[in-house]
Each structure stands twice: as C-alpha cells, then as structure tokens.
C-alpha cells in the first residue's frame, strides 16, 4: 500500500507521528474478510474470495461494490461495510481514485493506491506493509534506497516533484556539455584595449594571481586585469567545440570596476577591457556557427556603488541614488540613514542591495525593451541568474516571461546552492523547478557528490 501525503510546512517526523491516523482502505478490507471468515457467512464468503483467489488479475473494490455487498450480510458484518464505504468516499473527496488494487503473484499480495494528482508541487510518500509479524513502514536511507521503519537510518519520504504539464525545457542544452568562462582570465587576443578607466592596472604577466591582498584602508580593491577579452573567447570556439561543449556561461561581461565584475556599473555596456557590444554580436554569430551557444551571468541582485545607478565616487555624469533622492534610480536602494547607511550584499558596502520588487527596477531589467530583451537579441541564447535565491517570485516570473518571450528557447538557470526543490526563502518554498521559473539549475549538490 502506497501512502501519498501532500505537505507544503509538514516536516517528514510530523508525516511519521500522522501515518498512524491516516485512512487505511486496505487494512479496513483486511478486517472485513477476517470477519466474514469468523461468521461463516457463505454469500460474502464467495464474494471476499475474489480478494485472496486471483492470480494474475488485478481486482478493484469500490464503494459500489461494498453496496451490493449489503444486500448478502447479516446486520452485525454491515456495520464493518459502511466503516469501509465511507472511508473509501473520504479518500475520494481527496481527490484519491476509491478503490484500492489488490494483486497476487507469486505467493505475494500487493496492495496499491491509485493517485491521481492534479496540482503542481511536491509530494512524499512511503511503503506501508501488513505481514505476519505486524504492521510497518519502509521509508527512505540516506543512499536513497528503502529501509524498514525504525532502523536509525531510514527516516525520510521519498519525493515526488510535479511540474507545470506545458513545462518544456530548451532542446539544445539535453545531454550537452556547459563551459564557464570567467573573462579576465580565458584568453587575451591581443586587441588593444579602449576607453579604459585611468584607475585600472593593467597586468602583463599572464598566468600570475591577482592583487587580493587589502590597501593601508583595509579594501580589496580588485582592480587589476589581465586583459582576456570577447575575441579571445572567439579565437577559442574550435578548442572549445573539439571538448564537446555545446554551450558557454560566461561569467559577468558588462562595465564594472572590479576583475569579476558582479558589481555591476553599467548593464547596457560591455566592459571596455572585454570589448564592445559589437565584439559580444561577433562571438555570439560565431559561436553558433560552431554549434555553441552563449549564456550570461545576471546580476540583479545588487549593483555596484561604482556605478551609473548608485555613483558613490562620482564617476559618472549622472544623478545617482547616492547623490541625491531625486535620482531616477533613489526607489532602488535601501536606504537606513541617507545616504552613507544602506542595505548591501552580506555587508559588503560596495554592492548595495536594490529592490527588486520594485515597479521601476523589474521594468527597467524585465520589461519590454529592458536588458533581458537588449542581450539576448544581440545574440545570446540565456541567462544564469545569480544568488538566485535572493531574488523574489515576481521578479523571476517576470524574467522569465519576457525571457522566453523574446527567445522561446532561451535557457534560464538559477545559482542555488541547496537541492532546488525543497529551497525555503522569502519565508515559503521557492517554485524554482515547478515549471514557472528555471529551467534548470547549478545543481551544486550533484558536483558536492562526485568530486
């Protein structure tokens, strides 16, 4: 007998402390034949024969069937019958077929429920078992196959994860292989590199770590580059197609003021010591070309302080919500005493945090025409979106709406660290792989088991 239970706040020791009180059809019709069998009562006799008689057949006993059963019972059995019939109907009311299977095959008895689930989410469920010696339970190990109840290694549910029935997933990304690049360090063209800030070092010893040690202020600045670019990326397609690599993630390649770029200053722009957007269209052309597609890191978590939005040091021409509240870009931040005090990312002051349930701040990456549309119409083929757990619902749907909007088989994957389908945050179980959101994920506890 299979018990399915529907849990959104249940935890797996509240599912075991209940298992108890669930409804329990097949043990009712257990009963019922041990009865019939004590009280000699021919008719049924003939009847609940059908129960422990057929080989090969797979018998069903509704709720209909126990009415006519009625009509051959003495009064003391009817009682036991309607037991049996209103227990059926309450699984029924719970959108459980009412009827349960009864199979023997080799000298063993199997009983199963029927479940036909109609709405996405998830589901948990596990073996209960009537033998000689007694009722019991087989539930989940750790290594995820079955153990019996009440070994200290088998405690949990197995799940069961039921998504959108229109959730499709791109073609191209099945059974390919993903190749990040992190820019800065892939390959340096050679290109001479333009319109770079006058606060940037430039290295020349390719294949040495980078600065990361703090100033006399105590900052890491992170402000050395080693100068790989778009064309380098692009005089590498052939190597990377001869390892099998169908697709590339490239860590973030817009203007930012920091070697890895997730301080973003600029999502319009390509950072200048990568290229220029026309370098970006170039490898994107190229790469499909060669049968590789492009996705980009997404960022929207937080900017950087250093930027058109924010422009704590001044850099740009524009009124930032650092320098004045009537910044188009001041409903962004967070602010708890303007404007030195706000919110950041883990406290790290040069990456304040934005509101990305803001009206202006989704519009302005997920509406018509915003950077989600700009980017993959020049060429790429994706997005990974970062800590995508400190991103809420609305602003992934969103995404993802215009996302496949403009390129139906556009790739959507999101950074998270923990099994995907059971992520709480915003206080709820995140939709991440129900259908509505991801395609995929980083799928960071599959690398935890294998390396």
């Known amino acids: ?18 298992s108890e009180q669930t409804i329990d059809v097949e043990g009712i019709v257990t009963d019922i034949i041990k009865n019939v069998r004590e009280n000699g009562d021919k008719a049924l006799v003939e009847y609940c024969k059908k129960f422990d008689g057929a080989v090969d057949d797979v018998i069903e006993v509704t709720a209909e069937e126990i009415e006519e059963a009625f009509k051959e019972v003495d009064t003391e059995l009817i009682g036991i019958l309607k037991e049996a019939k209103e227990n059926i109907t309450a699984f029924h009311s719970k959108q459980v077929r009412n009827s349960f299977i009864i199979n023997e095959k080799d000298g063993v008895i199997i009983g199963q429920k029927v479940l036909p689930i109609e709405k996405v989410g998830l589901y948990w469920y596990h073996f209960d078992y009537c033998s000689s010696y007694g009722r019991s339970s087989v539930l989940q190990t750790e290594n995820g196959i079955g153990g019996f109840a009440g070994s200290q290694f088998a405690r949990k549910d197995w799940q069961l994860t039921v998504t959108e029935k229109d959730f499709a997933t791109p073609d191209w990304i099945k059974g390919g292989i993903i190749y990040q ?62 390892l099998g690599v169908n697709c590339v993630y490239l860590n973030p390649i817009f203007e930012s003021h920091s070697n890895h770029r997730y301080d973003t200053a600029d999502y319009n722009k390509i ?181």
């Open 1 to 18: 007998m299979i018990k399915i239970y529907k849990r959104n706040e249940i935890s797996t020791e509240e599912i075991l402390e209940r």
């Open 271 to 451: 950072d200048p010591v990568l290229g220029t957007e026309k370098d970006f269209k170039n490898l994107c052309k190229e790469a499909k070309k060669q049968g590789i597609h492009i996705i980009l890191d997404g960022v929207f978590s937080h900017t950087g302080d250093d930027s058109v939005y924010f422009n704590k040091k001044g850099r740009y021409d524009t009124l930032g919500a650092y320098n004045s509240p009537e910044s188009p870009y001041y409903k962004w931040y967070k602010f708890t005493n303007y404007p030195d005090k706000y919110q950041s990312w883990w406290g790290f002051e040069t990456l304040p945090e934005v509101i990305e349930e803001g009206e202006e701040y989704r519009q302005f990456i997920n509406g018509k025409g915003g950077i989600i549309e700009k980017w993959l119409k020049a060429g790429a083929d994706g997005f990974r979106l970062d800590v995508a757990d400190e991103l809420p619902d609305i602003f992934i749907d969103e995404l993802r709406a215009r996302l496949k909007a403009t390129k139906s088989d556009a790739l959507l994957m999101g950074e998270v660290w923990e099994d995907a389908t059971t992520k709480h945050s915003y206080g709820s179980r995140r939709r991440y792989l129900l259908g509505s959101q991801f395609d995929s994920v980083m799928n960071y506890p599959f690398a935890n088991a294998i390396l």
């Open 181 to 242: 690049i992190f820019p800065d360090r892939f390959y340096n063209s050679g290109t001479e590199k333009k319109s770079v800030p006058h606060d940037r070092i430039m290295r020349n010893d390719w294949g040495n770590e980078p600065e990361w040690r703090p100033t006399a202020e105590g900052k890491v600045l992170n402000n050395d580059f080693f100068g790989g670019d778009l064309k380098g990326i692009q005089e590498k397609l052939p190597y990377l197609k001869s």
